[in-house]
């Protein structure tokens, strides 16, 4: 049997690009403190992954790779 793959926008794509671009890292928080720091980055206009993001670069600042944070409308910021 074969499986193909659909088009650019199929799940196994994005899977497959996801895959081969990012690493993922697992954070634990206390029961509720999710919901507070996810409210917290939305009245920032960020995600929880782009806020969680922006601060590691701020921290890590010139050690880390610089990358684009994406906020809430999709604009990419660059994180300096």
Avoid: C, F
Wanted: proline content about 2%; cysteine-free; overall charge neutral.
């Amino acid at each position: 049997m074969v499986l193909q793959m659909g088009g650019k926008t199929s799940a196994a794509s994005k899977n497959k690009w996801n895959e081969k671009t990012y690493d993922r890292i697992n954070l634990v928080v206390r029961k509720g403190q999710k919901e507070q720091i996810q409210e917290y980055a939305k009245e920032k206009g960020m995600s929880l992954n782009a806020y969680i993001n922006a601060l590691i670069q701020a921290d890590m600042g010139e050690h880390l790779t610089p990358g684009v944070v994406k906020n809430l409308e999709g604009d990419a910021d660059p994180v300096e």
